[in-house]
């Protein structure tokens, strides 16, 4: 797993032993990015998920000004220090570790782009998308990214923001969200 491009591009992560981590496919990562890429530069990024660092961290190489990266679990953490010393963004990051919701339960941040890639298996995605939205810290023109088995469904309609696409690639599938300008700021 790398980098794919940007400041810290073809700087190889490290990524954990075993299966309790499933990093996203290159290939998708890069469909991924490529959908947002103009709506990084400058960017606030929560990776919640964070596993290795590498959606949050690929948005700090292409741009991105900051990202929080939060895991449940201690050696995820350490896994993402270490990828963030590699790809020499430490300044530009903080790792938490905290199950998702206890972190969304006292999250007083607001971020641009919000990275979802839980594990698979368990109802963590529409838990997320759901407090997400309840607290409101999302930024206006904001883009929550959840990333899916194909067959698993979630929320169309959620408050505040838009489904606006899902793509699909192989197994998996991309929901983008978007939180719509207010008519106040318009």
Do not use: W
């Not at 491009?5 to 996203?24: F, I």
């Not at 890429?37 to 960017?43: C, E, S």
């Not at 270490?82 to 790792?95: I, P």
């Amino acid at each position: 797993m790398r980098v794919i491009t940007g400041k810290a591009r073809g700087v190889l992560l490290k990524t954990p032993e075993g299966m309790a981590t499933r990093p996203t496919a290159d290939r998708v990562k890069e469909a991924l990015f490529s959908i947002i890429q103009f709506d990084l530069p400058g960017a606030v990024v929560l990776d919640l998920f964070a596993g290795t660092g590498q959606l949050g961290i690929e948005a700090l190489s292409r741009g991105a000004k900051r990202g929080v990266f939060i895991d449940k679990s201690e050696d995820a953490c350490k896994i993402v220090r270490e990828n963030l010393r590699r790809t020499k963004f430490e300044q530009d990051a903080t790792v938490i570790r905290a199950d998702h919701l206890e972190y969304l339960r006292r999250c007083k941040e607001s971020f641009d782009i919000i990275f979802l890639d839980p594990p698979y298996a368990e109802v963590f995605l529409e838990n997320s998308l759901k407090m997400i939205t309840e607290i409101d810290i999302l930024r206006y023109g904001g883009i929550i990214v959840a990333e899916r088995p194909l067959g698993k469904e979630i929320p169309c309609d959620l408050p505040g923001v838009i489904r606006s696409k899902d793509y699909k690639y192989g197994k998996t599938v991309l929901t983008i969200y978007r939180k719509e300008q207010s008519s106040a700021m318009v």
